[in-house]
C-alpha cells in the first residue's frame, strides 16, 4: 500500500482527528455504494482509494497484528474435500485466511506449494510456497480491533 500521500495529511492528526475522518470517509463510501453511477469503472477506483485511506487511518487508529504461516493458524482436514488439508486464521468467527493443500482441484500438495485465500483479495492465488505466503500475510496485516469499516462490511 502507497501511503506516502497519506503520511503528510495525518502526521499531525489527534486520535479525535482520526476518528472523525474515518468516519467522514466511510460515509463517502457508502454514499458511492448506495447511487447508480453512469461511469462505474470511475466509481470504484474512487471507492478503493477511499478505502486505503480509511485502512491507513486505522492503523494509526488501532495498530496492527501480522500474522505467519503456519505459527498462527489451526490445522484440520477440511469439510467439504477429501484429502485435503486446510489451515484457517479467523477472529470473531469469521475466517480471515484459509490455506488449503493435497487433494484433487486444489492449487497446491499441502506439503510444499499451497492455495491462500484472503478475505481481502478478489480470487485464491495458489501453488504458493510458504515464504510467498508469509510475504503477504507481512505485507497485509490486520487491524487490531474491530473497526467500523468491519463491522458495516458484515
Do not use: C
Not at 463517502?28 to 474512487?46: A, R
Not at 488439508?85 to 468467527?93: M, V
Request: glycine share 6%; no cysteine; charged share 25%.
Amino acid at each position: 500500500m502507497n501511503t506516502e500521500k497519506f503520511i503528510t495529511v495525518y502526521q499531525n492528526a489527534t486520535s479525535k482527528d482520526l476518528e472523525a475522518m474515518e468516519q467522514h470517509l466511510l460515509d463517502g463510501v457508502h454514499s458511492l455504494t448506495s447511487k447508480e453511477s453512469e461511469d462505474p469503472e470511475s466509481v470504484e477506483q474512487t471507492i478503493t482509494e477511499l478505502k486505503l485511506e480509511i485502512y491507513y487511518i486505522q492503523t494509526l487508529l488501532y495498530g496492527t497484528t501480522t500474522i505467519m504461516f503456519p505459527r498462527d493458524f489451526q490445522k484440520k482436514i477440511h469439510p467439504a474435500i477429501y484429502n485435503v488439508t486446510q489451515w484457517i486464521y479467523s477472529k470473531d468467527d469469521k475466517v480471515l485466511v484459509s490455506i488449503v493443500g493435497g487433494g484433487l482441484g486444489i492449487n497446491g500438495d499441502g506439503i510444499r506449494t499451497f492455495e491462500m485465500w484472503d478475505f481481502r483479495d478478489d480470487e485464491p492465488k495458489g501453488y504458493l510456497l510458504e515464504d510467498e505466503i508469509n510475504e503477504h500475510l507481512k505485507n497485509n496485516p490486520f487491524l487490531n480491533t474491530n473497526s467500523n469499516t468491519n463491522q458495516n462490511e458484515n
